[in-house]
């Protein structure tokens, strides 16, 4: 079993930054890759980054240039710093860990971008 504990969401004005975290516990050693996704009001959980076992990020394109996924593995957490926020970022962020056959989720942070 692995545990994922998202924080870092909050409320910030257009063009802000925030930090998401998200830190893993429980039989961690097998995951091959972890992802951020996102949930807006009415609309599909939807991809935003992803780390995979070999070093390798992926972006969604409506985040490239302006999202950082990382990790520090010393303390189990995977990181999304965001940057430039815009209204259409405003949704609940979801922590993503994928073992072998089992994904695991996170309960989630609210992230809302508004003046």
């Known amino acids: 079993q692995v545990q994922l504990v998202e924080s870092g969401g909050g409320l910030v004005q257009p063009g802000g930054s925030l930090r998401l975290s998200c830190a893993a516990s429980?039989?961690?050693?097998?995951?091959?890759?972890m992802s951020w996704y996102r949930q807006a009001p009415g609309k599909q959980r939807e991809l935003v980054a992803t780390f995979t076992g070999g070093g390798t990020t992926t972006y969604a394109d409506s985040v490239k240039g302006r999202f950082t996924i990382s990790r520090d593995n010393a303390k189990n957490t995977m990181y999304l710093q965001m940057n430039s926020l815009k209204p259409e970022d405003t949704a609940v962020y979801y922590c993503?860990?994928?073992?072998?056959?089992?994904?695991?989720w996170g309960q989630g942070t609210q992230v809302t971008v508004s003046s």
């Open positions: 993503n860990a994928r073992q072998a056959a089992t994904t695991y």
């Open positions: 429980g039989n961690i050693f097998s995951i091959y890759a």
